[in-house]
């Protein structure tokens, strides 16, 4: 089945540059999504189609995808951006999610 | 603005059959995906399944022999039956939907139920 790979951690001082990579077969052809989660909350989706930004979420996060690596940047990263991050993409099987990332800020 | 809202029984024994429902307040019902998703604790995010207003479903591969996701549109409303469960099958289970405004992304999300599974 379909996996996408993410560091199970990143961890970054306030201000500084979060980087948070995921890797999947076919995310070539097929665009990532990311999703922020704080405990307790349902995910919220933080980038769309690799790299477009919902309405709502701030400028300081992006995203970029080149071959088979997807990469979601928060730019000058703030304590309540702790969160965990994971990517989403589909293939030919379905929908997929990846292990996740616990993003710390300290 | 859609809302979605989720139902069912949080306390299940293995083998029994968990049965969950969303209700979609506030939005059109047609020209959806609507899609369970769960997440065990201090674990990560699994597609479960998907239906649309027709009836038309895509099941996770490696839960499709236990999952049947089906479509009220009288009520606005989609349920997921999840048969011999097990306590792997402990999570947090969430209805979401597919709009297409964001392409394939779950755009709205329900409040999430755990349920457990346990003797």
């Known amino acids: 089945s379909y996996e996408l790979t993410q560091p199970p951690s990143v961890s970054v001082s306030p201000g500084q540059t979060a980087r948070i990579t995921c890797s999947g077969d076919?995310?070539?052809?097929?665009?990532a999504y990311w999703y922020q989660q704080k405990s307790g909350q349902a995910p919220v989706l933080v980038i769309y189609?690799?790299?477009k930004r919902p309405s709502g979420i701030p400028e300081r996060f992006s995203g970029s995808s080149s071959g088979t690596m997807a990469t979601l940047t928060i730019s000058g990263a703030q304590v309540e951006d702790e969160a965990d991050y994971y990517c989403y993409s589909t293939d030919s099987s379905g929908r997929v999610f990846g292990g996740g990332t616990k993003l710390t800020v300290l | 603005q859609v809302q979605l809202q989720q139902w069912g029984a949080g306390l299940l024994k293995p083998s029994e059959t968990l049965s969950l429902t969303c209700a979609v307040y506030?939005?059109?019902?047609?020209?959806?995906?609507w899609s369970w998703i769960r997440q065990p604790p201090g674990k990560g995010l699994e597609w479960i399944g998907e239906?649309?207003?027709?009836?038309?479903?895509n099941y996770n591969p490696s839960l499709k022999s236990r999952v049947t996701i089906s479509v009220d549109t009288s009520k606005n409303q989609f349920s997921l039956k999840l048969s011999s469960v097990t306590a792997a099958d402990t999570a947090v289970y969430y209805c979401?939907?597919?709009?297409?405004?964001?392409?394939?992304?779950?755009?709205?999300w329900g409040q999430g139920t755990m349920v457990t599974v346990s003797s």
């Open positions: 189609e690799d790299s």
């Open positions: 076919a995310l070539p052809k097929k665009y």
């Open positions: 239906i649309n207003h027709s009836g038309s479903t």
């Open positions: 979401s939907s597919l709009s297409g405004y964001y392409l394939d992304a779950f755009d709205i």
């Open positions: 506030g939005g059109s019902f047609s020209g959806y995906y």
